[in-house]
């Protein structure tokens, strides 16, 4: 029997009526701008909150993919082929059904798969795919390294397509994170300063680039190690990128320190090799 991994955010972080979730990403889907890709798009970095508040970004990720094409959602297939290739490596822990699911339900921590899923069951319903899911976590440089050694051959087969999900800065006292430049107006102007700044770090292709940036600013972007891997498998591949973020948001505009924000971007990774 097949294992499962239940949907733990359905019915709270998005709709759990398949018809309503259909209709609300057909909608965002068809209000996100249409990138113009130069080459082939290898990866996508898209956030991971509530749809009420980054659905409409996420969109802007998986719109160079859109299969113009939805139906009801079901279970996502994972590739127990690839697995087996990267359990292989030793370099890999694996999370038991049990780990992940109540790490879901207990403190929300582990979402930044699951909501991704209905976007990718959306623009690959007319395709055969298999999901091959890898949570990363805080890593070092050299760990980074490592794991993009492993995956840049993956990275190589156009036939495959990186997903990072990443939300951008969280600011607030509650994310122990507050920092701010008045040069740049009003608190949601500096952080959106201070995000453009790191997209456009991570525009350049650049690891080196990014980590410095991080270094300066520690800004609290939770998928920056999955984009460290990202940029530094490009590189390992000799892949020559072009990265565009094409849609920005934050789930509100601070304008006091007692408020708080999470920022949202969506961006495409595209080559021509």
């Not at 990138?35 to 508040?53: C, E, K, M, N, Q």
């Not at 525009?203 to 991080?214: H, T, V």
Request: aromatic share 8%; glycine share 6%.
């Amino acid at each position: 029997m097949a294992t499962v991994r239940a949907a733990y955010h359905a019915g709270t972080w998005y709709d759990d009526r398949a018809r309503s979730l259909e209709a609300s990403i057909r909608k965002w889907m068809e209000d996100a701008s249409h990138p113009d890709p130069v080459g082939s798009i290898r990866a996508l970095i898209g956030p991971h909150a509530g749809f009420t508040y980054c659905g409409h970004v996420l969109a802007h990720a998986y719109k160079g993919i859109d299969a113009s094409s939805v139906s009801p959602l079901g279970d996502v297939p994972v590739d127990s082929g690839v697995y087996d290739q990267l359990k292989a490596s030793g370099a890999f822990d694996i999370a038991s059904l049990s780990q992940d699911e109540a790490s879901a339900v207990q403190c929300s921590e582990e979402h930044s798969i699951e909501m991704h899923c209905p976007f990718i069951q959306h623009v690959m319903r007319e395709r055969s795919f298999t999901l091959v899911p890898i949570i990363v976590g805080a890593l070092s440089r050299q760990s980074e390294a490592q794991y993009a050694r492993i995956l840049a051959p993956f990275l190589q087969d156009p036939g495959n397509l990186f997903a990072i999900s990443s939300d951008f800065c969280h600011w607030g006292s509650r994310f122990q994170y507050t920092r701010y430049d008045p040069t740049d107006g009003a608190i949601h102007e500096s952080i959106k300063a201070l995000d453009a700044r790191g997209m456009a770090a991570i525009a350049s292709g650049d690891a080196q680039r990014f980590a410095d940036y991080l270094q300066e600013t520690g800004n609290t972007i939770c998928g920056r190690h999955a984009i460290a891997i990202l940029l530094q498998a490009l590189a390992i591949a000799d892949l020559k990128p072009t990265i565009a973020f094409n849609k920005y948001d934050q789930s509100s505009a601070c304008t006091r320190p007692s408020h708080s924000s999470v920022s949202y971007a969506s961006g495409i990774v595209c080559t021509t090799s």
